[in-house]
């Protein structure tokens, strides 16, 4: 496919101003349909559903949407294989775990004004990437394989963890546990979109600082080696990248699968896999497909409501078996 400049900034627009209607439209969208009148109206409860339940959750859903997006396109890129996910690490399994842990322990109580289950879950994942660091030295050097292998024995580990912890609790705590693992925008208030767009912010811009050398990751590590790149430092400053968005994601929405591996698959067949023009689209992208999820988890079965992690997954699953039987899903990016 052609990826000349000008079809990239078309895109890229086409993109923006998609993200513009998705963010506009979705608050008015849910079991009560709003006018758009809605956002002029001074009180009344429809003018308070909007602006303290719909638009933070809509927020919510784009920078979350955004962040796993990026995040994925970051794996793939160290991994050179568009199957890698932004839970390959096992990223998404220590936050599960921190917070399988705070809730079976009964734990109530908030620090710095963040809830403690998003502790509990931010520290999971943080531990969960300090151990797969932790293992990968004790292999020796950085490579990719040992990454990856790594990531996935502590994923593993932990979900086996996880599995047990629920197996010795109540059932009001294994009921618990089970719908956080599902994945949920349910937010209420400001609180958790300023949150959330500060560990968005923070990877954001570390990747983009990083786009040369997510090119150079492209053409192999021993041709990005003779270019003078520092490998082992790039893989690191990548890592936390991603482990910021992901692990601040994911403590406060729950794991929340396949974003990460559909959204820059996608934009790569739109614009190509140079990552100054693939990278805002994909944020774009990302955010726009998950609000969009959201909004059908909100209203497919109102006024009961899908965890979005479902939405996601049942998307997620035939697109990665079409990724997988694909030939080009088989080959380097």
Partial sequence: MNHTPRRKALILIILAVLSLLVLLAAPLTGMKMLPLTTYSSEGGLDHEILLNIRIPRVLTAYLVGAALALSGMAFQAIFRNPLATPFTLGVSSGASLGTAVFIR?????????????????????????????????????????????????????????????????GFTHSFRILRWLMGSLDVVGYEPVRNILTVVFIGTVMLLLLTNELNLLLTGEDLAISRGANISLIKK???VAVSIMVGGVVAFCGPIGFVGMMAPHICRLLVGSEHRGLLPATFLFGGVFLTM????????????????????????GPFFIWLLLNRKGRMEL
């Fill in 237 to 239: 400053l990548l890592f």
């Fill in 105 to 169: 322990l009964g734990l109530t109580g908030t620090l710095l004004g963040i809830a403690g289950l998003s502790w509990a879950a931010f520290l999971g994942a943080l531990f969960s990437v300090t151990l797969v660091y932790g293992l990968t030295r004790l292999k020796g050097g950085f490579s990719s394989a040992t990454l990856l292998l790594a990531g996935v024995a502590v994923s593993f580990f932990f979900s086996s963890l996880i599995l047990f912890i629920q197996y010795i609790s």
């Fill in 293 to 316: 999820c959201d909004m059908l988890s909100r209203t497919l079965i109102a006024p009961a409501e899908i965890p979005v992690g479902i939405i996601t997954a049942l998307l997620g």
